[in-house]
């Protein structure tokens, strides 16, 4: 089989990604290529698409999570994520049983659900839910009314043992609300998909993620079961190795672009599922890269690699964006970054009244 070194991998997810270069094409086709994308910041899908299509506009992704054609649910990892309401549908009954082993890895709720009847109070959930969209606290003191012995906090932990979604106005750009929750059936008018298609969810990540190995899809899913669907699969997909000796899988004709293939500055957003969806990251953590996983820091990938990291900041009227390196800059590559950040704060905080750019 066909050796792919690390910089072949980093291209290839770049193209795949639509992170090599910006295209005008509707946000919710990217948010479908990609799989879904992390949301557990609200500004966080915004970024992610900035940094994918030319001239975006973020009302068009608001208009879309106001007319119910996108929503944020817990999906892939047991984290918010944007999906379009069709992949809503068809994806979460795939990976509830991931969800429903997230929560109960969780010591306070495992011990508070053994204390109750779980279907029961999950049922109740539903009906509060499916009555009307209710932030976590509230049905915190409704159980607490009804169970007044029993860990009522913890038990709340149940409502995602429910496919719910976040409902709007909060993750709209420009506005704000309090996290509130109904359930993803009466806030599309739909039921979920009855036969999901777990063949078809690997193929699209191979293609929004590949080449990638099995333990690769089992990061990204949580499924079981992943190295029996890929060698199901295997007669329609294409083998290679990473330089490890690895198996690594896809789908065909999918991107498979030069190392060699300038890749431009990104600033990626705080998450973003480009750097959290490989058991093995060094196709883009750049060697020296510390983590970013900070609250409010981004990655920024020069030459297709993590190589610092970004924060946005606000003193009065100004707006900066706080860099710091995870290497050394050459001066082109310094300027690239300058301009990418300085068009990303004119995205980011167009009313301010100036714009700055801190390299540390």
Not at 231 to 257: C, M, T, Y
Request: overall charge positive.
């Amino acid at each position: 089989m066909t050796t792919l070194a690390t910089r072949q991998l980093n291209r290839a997810l770049l193209a795949r990604q639509g992170l090599l270069r910006r295209r005008r094409v509707p946000p919710l086709r990217v948010v479908e290529s990609l799989v879904g994308m992390q949301a557990q910041e609200p500004r966080d899908p915004y970024v992610g698409l900035w940094n994918r299509i030319e001239g975006y506009r973020p009302d068009r992704l608001g208009r879309a999570l106001l007319d119910r054609e996108a929503v944020r649910m817990t999906l892939f990892r047991g984290t918010l994520h944007l999906v379009t309401a069709r992949d809503a549908l068809a994806i979460r009954p795939l990976i509830q049983p991931v969800v429903e082993a997230t929560f109960f890895a969780q010591g306070a709720f495992k011990r508070a659900a053994a204390t109750v009847d779980l279907d029961e109070l999950v049922a109740w959930y539903r009906s509060l839910l499916d009555e009307a969209p209710r932030p976590r606290a509230e049905l915190v003191r409704l159980t607490a009314e009804r169970w007044p012995d029993l860990d009522a906090n913890s038990l709340a932990y149940a409502i995602y043992l429910l496919p719910t979604v976040q409902v709007t106005p909060r993750g709209v750009w420009g506005r704000s609300a309090r996290a509130t929750v109904t359930t993803v059936e009466s806030w599309l008018g739909a039921p979920m998909v009855a036969t999901p298609d777990v063949d078809a969810l690997v193929r699209r990540y191979l293609a929004a993620f590949g080449p990638a190995t099995a333990a690769d899809l089992r990061t990204w899913s949580g499924l079981r079961g992943v190295r029996e669907i890929v060698d199901r699969l295997r007669p329609e997909l294409r083998s290679f190795h990473d330089e490890e000796g690895r198996e690594l899988v896809d789908v065909p004709r999918a991107a498979l672009p030069d190392a060699d293939v300038p890749a431009p500055v990104r600033f990626l957003p705080e998450y973003d599922n480009v750097g959290l969806s490989h058991a093995d990251r060094a196709r883009i953590v750049g060697p020296g890269a510390i983590a970013w996983g900070e609250v409010h820091w981004g990655a920024i990938l020069v030459d297709g690699f993590t190589a610092a990291r970004w924060k946005l900041e606000r003193d009065g009227e100004d707006a900066s964006i706080r860099i710091e390196r995870f290497r050394p800059f050459t001066r082109a590559e310094r300027a690239d970054v300058s301009d990418e950040g300085r068009a990303l704060l004119a995205f980011l905080v167009p009313d301010a009244a100036r714009h700055r750019i801190r390299i540390a």
